[in-house]
């Protein structure tokens, strides 16, 4: 995950997610392949009988929809087109 704007915020929301036990829904930017992309995670916690928390969720790269508005994810916003 790449943080941008807010050093920290991507901890203190998975601080607050764990602490709450709450379901996670995040969207920011990260690496995969040495290549900068969008990506979206969500996750669900659940308590075992052992007291064990497992998070069932997902990550998905949302790159496409994010260039379709015109997002670039190696700036983290709006492209800038340069003739």
Avoid: F, K
Avoid at 9 to 27: M, S, Y
Avoid at 59 to 77: C, F, H, L, S
């Amino acid at each position: 995950m790449i943080p941008r704007g807010r050093p920290g915020g991507i901890q203190r929301a998975l601080a607050t997610t764990i602490r709450e036990h709450c379901a996670w829904d995040w969207e920011g930017r990260g690496l995969i392949g040495g290549r900068t992309v969008w990506m979206r995670s969500m996750s669900t916690p659940r308590s075992l009988p052992d007291g064990t928390t497992v998070w069932d969720g997902v990550i998905v790269d949302t790159t496409a929809n994010r260039q379709g508005r015109g997002e670039d994810p190696g700036t983290g916003g709006v492209a800038r087109y340069r003739q």
